[in-house]
């Protein structure tokens, strides 16, 4: 475990970003995103993943040269083509869409269909916040979900995310998958030869299992509600978009081939409908009264929903980025194929 | 168990509400939805409970001639102030406002504050579904829920609920609450010397149960999952609107009592973004795909959610709608209390 100055390692995702080709504007927004995720603590969906993204881009299977475009829009909506580009830019003009139209409309809904994977939807549902919006953030994902009375993977175990803006504390945000647990998860358990907690998978017959060493699938988060949830995530970004439709790869077990998820983003302008102070007292209040609940035998604290990403947050911003051993690997070997000094980002 | 023909059975409850001094208005909108909601197969958010919600005008707990104020609105949003009236009317004045927004906008947001209970939040989503938009309907209820880390009542076990149009097929669409098990399933399982499943209580330390003669807690859906969405029910209902924040009593407790609930309205009017046609065909793509997935050993169906609710919809309307024993107990009582023909109603 090392640690690196946040801002000279998002500089260095950029530069990488830059000399597979991508665009300026494509690269920050990429580097920007994957680094505040890792920030955040997210370290499985943040700068890991920046080597196989621009291996995708060298293969074809991220679009180099794409450019998002607005191909449908009314007052407080709009359907992006996101012409299967790096889905952090195109999410980043969804986002920068999104909340202009908020501000005039008071909400709005932007769906970018035929993207591709756009990391973790907690990051953008946090920009959302910090920039005084209730924000909403979902992607549809690969089919590793199955739903109850079903077998194998039918649905994605679609992740969403939101974050709402406080006071003195900073926004409330969730960012979750609809299965009971992540995949990685499973994948992990199964190498460490451990069993997975009841009600995570099936097996090939659709049945329980504990055993990550069958041909499993995901159970949904408490069975039909997560399938449930799952469903309304589909809906709101490939179905009404005119994306594609449940069918997506999974982006990293083949790199040339074209993923295109579909992502949706609602922004909530809080200051049309209450003034923005008063409203972070609320929130503040809210927050407080929770975390000041009796609490259960043998635990000290009650965490909100974001408690703990903020403050790795905060010991990323004071004492450097924390970076894991297989992350810091990835950035030594994207170092050597772009030709990029590593070693000047560690604190 | 008897069956009722459902034209009668709404009257009968409208009569019943009239006769208990409310608006002709609120009364239709208290039985149509109340009825609906039998019919749908939600019995214990039915009329089951117009018997307790008549003795609750009664006694002031709700106030019978409340009337709903818009109190502040933007063109695609609005919150009301629901002066504690009937729910039912309250949601009916908000869904309505929120759908005729919807079509200027494209999408709208509406929320009422200090307004009472509203029964089951399906009921809501699947009339704006009918009505050709994606629909979500939330409330915050009393704090019977716990939260990782406490223990006791922290925050409510709030309910929301989606529906979606579909083509040849009925609205999609999901009621749930954010606790793995409904509190009334605990109190069932007390009753009949049953345990309930594992992850569905706390008890007085704010560890896990399964005894239901525990000073129970409920238990969120999936821990932090479940807390999340319900501490985002209360942001959009309560915190947003200026309504009461967290500490709702449970209206069934005490008759006497206003117990101020806040409840949101969502709509997206899917002609707007998409060919309406087109779009039911896209949901009716992929509802058989999903219906047509391999099925797990011993299962014969996947059911898409609402299938169930439908199927007991439809034979509602074809056999007449059932009513359990213990609402033909409630109705019985009511028709003596208000001097109302019940029998006239059954098929």
């Known amino acids: 475990m090392i640690r690196v100055d946040y801002q000279k390692y998002m500089d260095f995702c950029a530069d990488a970003c830059m000399r597979a080709g991508l665009r300026q504007e494509v690269a920050s927004a990429t580097a920007y995103y994957l ?43 709009a359907v992006i083509e996101g012409n299967n580009g790096m889905g952090f830019y195109n999410a980043k003009v969804a986002m920068d869409l999104g909340m202009k139209k908020a501000k005039e409309t008071g909400l709005s809904y932007v769906v970018v269909k035929n993207s591709s994977h756009y990391g973790a939807c907690g990051v953008y549902a946090v920009e959302g916040a910090e920039k005084g919006f209730i924000t909403l953030s979902a992607s549809n994902v690969a089919k590793t979900m199955t739903v109850p009375g079903g ?65 499993w699938a995901l159970y949904p988060l408490g069975g039909h509600k997560g399938y449930g949830i799952a469903f309304f995530i589909e809906v709101m970004t490939s179905i009404l978009s005119g994306g594609v439709v449940l069918d997506i790869p999974l982006w990293i ?61 905060q010991d990323a911003l004071q004492c450097g980025l924390k970076l894991p051993d297989d992350i810091e690997k990835n950035a030594r070997e994207l170092a050597e194929w772009k030709d990029l000094d590593f070693q000047n980002c560690l604190k």
Chains 1, 2 share one sequence.
């Open 151 to 215: 077998k194998g993977g039918i649905i994605g175990n679609s992740p969403f995310s939101y974050a709402v803006p406080a006071g003195k504390y900073p926004p409330v945000f969730l960012d979750i998958a609809t299965s009971n647990i992540a995949g990685m998860k499973v994948n992990r358990a199964k190498t460490a030869g451990e069993q997975v907690p009841p009600g995570s998978i099936v097996d090939e017959n659709g049945l329980p299992t504990t055993d990550p060493n069958t041909n």
């Open 253 to 313: 077990k083949s790199m040339p081939t074209i993923c295109p998820y579909s992502q949706m983003f609602f922004f909530l302008n809080v200051s049309d409908m209450m003034d923005p102070t008063l409203f972070g007292q609320r929130m503040d209040d809210a927050i407080t009264q929770i975390a000041q609940s009796p609490k259960a035998a043998g635990s000290d604290r009650i965490y909100l929903p974001g408690d703990m990403e903020w403050e790795r947050y």
């Open 35 to 77: 680094v505040r995720t890792d920030m955040l603590g997210t370290y499985t969906h943040g700068s890991l993943n920046l080597l196989p993204y621009l291996k995708k881009v060298e293969t074809g299977g991220i679009v180099r040269d794409a450019r998002p475009e607005v191909v449908s829009e009314g007052s407080a909506w």
